[in-house]
């Protein structure tokens, strides 16, 4: 996370986005693991201890970009019922996060994170996300289970084989997943 | 995962033992972020190359060093019945891993991975463990969840939520995990 609070619109904001750009733009040109904070700092026009004083290494700085790129930034979409549209979303989720890129911005999210604040705002997008979809369906007069149960029940089983055993995910999974909220005391019942 | 099969008994044993050890022993004197493999290498009396060519990088060393730690080294508890057992195991895994060590080695193990098959190690363990436990209370006479069910109902929770959101993680939690799988249709029905 930043070390430095950033006011919007402010040489701060400014050289938070020219540091995550040439961040972007240079992974995407030498590769990840090419990556020196000198280079960075040069291709933003800043120098190489105006990132350290706000981001401390390189890793931090990754992990910084990564929860960037990871924020979500469409509205969930409205399929008519809570089932649907949670089933949508879980897809949709697992698509984005088990891909080659997707994987790559958690890892670096999580490693170079040492208070943990990058992960947190991963998974608070993801809570977000769904209470947006929870709500919608509370004013359908729709019954909904909890915003924990879902990330119990979904997010957490969809993460944890994202990062400890990829093979054989897909979209069946994803779904049975969020069939298992609606087959049980698992809705409204639960927390 | 090391680059060659090792030989139990053999040198090339020996050399693992022998590396690993050293790591284990330099973590504890000069700290985890002062390592090098120059530095392992002395201490296990092997060349740098030696540490190379087996490990590729110090990264993927501590990896392999990490998943050996997380190797659970007791058969769980018999307490008598499927639930006591599952919630004595769910208390515990949650206690080793949510530790600071316990969280280093989980970051390691997924960091130093490139083939994910260190990750997939330390979820092996974790199912081994529940097995057992449902193959006791299977003989007991007790009817059990798969152990898939498990792993998304009570593992894969706690290690979410040790990796991305640790703040208030306590005994109590996993115990409603283990709830949670005997208050509706989780036991038996699913996978």
Known sequence: MSRQMVRPGGRSARVQAGVHAAVRELSAEVGRDALT???????????PSTVYRRWGDLQELLSDVAVERLRPDTTPGDHGTL????????????????????????????????????AGRCSAYAAEQIDVILSRAAERGEETPA????MDRVVAPLMYRILFRPDGLDAEYA?????????NAGTGAAD
């Open 147 to 150: 915003v924990e149960t879902v």
């Open 175 to 183: 779904r049975q997943l969020v069939t298992g909220i609606f087959d």
């Open 83 to 118: 089932r649907s549209d949670l089933t949508a979303w879980a897809e949709q989720f697992l698509d984005e996060m088990s891909s080659p890129s997707g994987r790559a911005y958690i890892r670096d999210a999580l490693l170079g994170d040492p208070d943990g604040g990058n």
């Open 37 to 47: 904070v000198p280079m960075i700092a040069q291709r933003a026009g800043v120098t």
